[in-house]
C-alpha cells in the first residue's frame, strides 16, 4: 500500500529546569494507507509523546531533537506551525482520552462536525449540515437529525466519543491517531467504540495509529503492534508474532496484564512490579533490567540491539543473541 506515515530514528525530549528529560529515544516505525497500527507501553514509555510529536502539537518544553517524520512523503518535522496548523485541519486528525476536553461546549455537535467541511473543503452550510448528519450516521448516532442540533452536554459519554469520532473523520483524513480513546468508557462502550474504529478503517481508508495501555483493545483492530517502554520500541510486529510469538519480557508482561472478563476480579491482572526508568537519566542498558524476571549482568551495562526475528518482527533483547553471556542476576521479580 501507499506509505502514509515514516517516522525515522525520532528523538524527542522535554528541556525542564532539571535537566533533559529524554522521552522518546530512537522511534522508528511506519504506516501504510488504510492500515491500523497498535502503540502500546505503560503510561510514561513514550507512546503519547510520539503521537505528539507526529501531529506537532508538543507543548514547551517538549521539542522534536532529531529523526524524520515522514507524512505522505515529507518530512513535517522542519514545517512552521502555520503549515501543521492546515495540515492538522484537513490531513492528520486526533481523537483523545477524554472527548468533553476537545469537544466545544458552546458549539452544537453538528456545527463541531461542519465547521471543518466548510474550512477545509469549501462546502456550503447547508451542504455540511447534511454531511454532518450522515457522519453522525456513520458513526452510530441514533437518530442523528435531531441529534445534529444537540450540544455535546446532551450526550453520553459514549456519544460524545462518537461524536469526536466523527469530527475527526470530518476532514477525510488520511491518519487518524487515537490516544486512549475508550480508556474512560465502560467495557461494552469500550468494546462498541473498538469497532466502530475497525468498521471505518475499512469505510474511508483512513490509517489509523491506536494508542494504548491494554494490549487487549489493539488485538481486534490492529494489524501491526509497536511495543513501547522506556522511550525506545522493545518489540514490534504483526498482531499475530506479538500475541503468539512475543520475543520480548515486558512484552510478554504485558499480555499477563490483560484483562480477562472471563475470569473473576482477583484473578484478572497480574501487573507488571515496578515501575518505568527515569528518563532524566536513562539507563544505559536495556531499560526494563530492574524489572525483567530475565535480566543477565550484561543487560543493565549494554543496550540491547534490534534482533529480526521474522520480516517485520523484532524486538531488543539480550536473550535474542545467541552470543550474549547469559549470567542471570536476581532481581526479584518473579517468571
Ligand atoms: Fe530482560 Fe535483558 Fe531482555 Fe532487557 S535485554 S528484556 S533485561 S533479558
Ligand atoms: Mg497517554
Not at 26 to 54: N, P
Request: charged letters at 20%; proline letters at 7%; glycine letters at 8%.
Amino acid at each position: 500500500g501507499e506509505r502514509i506515515l515514516d517516522v525515522q530514528n525520532l528523538y524527542t525530549s522535554f528541556y525542564t529546569h532539571l535537566g533533559e528529560v529524554q522521552a522518546i529515544r530512537g522511534v522508528s516505525f511506519h504506516l501504510d494507507k488504510g492500515e491500523a497500527l497498535g502503540i502500546v507501553g505503560e503510561s510514561g514509555s513514550g507512546k503519547s509523546v510520539t503521537s505528539m510529536s507526529v501531529m506537532k502539537l508538543l507543548q514547551h518544553p517538549g521539542k522534536i531533537k532529531s529523526g524524520k517524520i515522514m507524512f505522505k512523503g515529507e518530512d513535517i518535522v522542519p514545517k512552521s506551525s502555520k503549515e501543521m496548523m492546515s495540515i492538522r485541519g484537513d490531513q492528520i486528525a486526533m481523537i483523545f482520552q477524554d472527548p468533553m476536553t476537545s469537544l466545544n461546549p458552546v458549539y452544537t455537535v453538528g456545527n463541531q462536525i461542519m465547521e471543518a467541511m466548510i474550512k477545509h473543503q469549501g462546502l456550503s452550510k447547508s451542504e455540511a449540515r447534511k454531511k454532518a448528519v450522515e457522519m453522525l450516521k456513520l458513526v452510530g448516532i441514533p437518530s442523528p437529525e435531531d441529534r445534529v442540533d444537540n450540544y455535546p452536554h446532551e450526550f453520553s459519554g459514549g456519544m460524545r466519543q462518537r461524536a469526536m469520532i466523527a469530527i475527526a473523520l470530518s476532514c477525510q483524513p488520511d491518519l487518524l491517531i487515537a490516544d486512549e480513546p475508550t480508556t474512560a468508557l465502560d467495557v461494552t462502550i469500550q468494546a462498541q467504540i473498538l469497532e466502530l474504529l475497525k468498521e471505518l478503517k475499512d469505510k474511508v481508508n483512513t490509517a489509523i495509529i491506536l494508542i494504548t495501555h491494554d494490549l487487549g483493545v489493539v488485538a481486534d483492530v490492529c494489524s501491526r503492534i509497536v511495543v513501547m517502554y522506556g522511550g525506545l520500541i522493545m518489540e514490534q510486529g504483526s498482531a499475530e508474532d506479538i500475541f503468539y510469538e512475543p520475543k520480548h519480557p515486558y512484552t510478554m508482561g504485558l499480555i499477563k496484564s490483560i484483562p480477562r472478563l472471563d475470569l473473576n476480579e482477583r484473578q484478572r491482572l497480574v501487573p507488571i512490579p515496578g515501575t518505568p526508568p527515569d528518563l532524566l537519566n536513562p539507563p544505559v542498558g536495556c531499560p526494563f533490567a530492574s524489572r525483567c524476571p530475565y535480566a543477565m549482568q550484561i543487560c543493565a551495562n549494554e543496550a540491547p540491539k534490534y534482533y529480526d526475528i521474522n520480516p517485520g518482527h523484532h524486538a531488543a533483547c539480550w536473550l535474542l543473541d545467541p552470543e550474549a553471556p547469559k549470567v542471570e542476576v536476581d532481581t526479584g521479580v518473579k517468571r
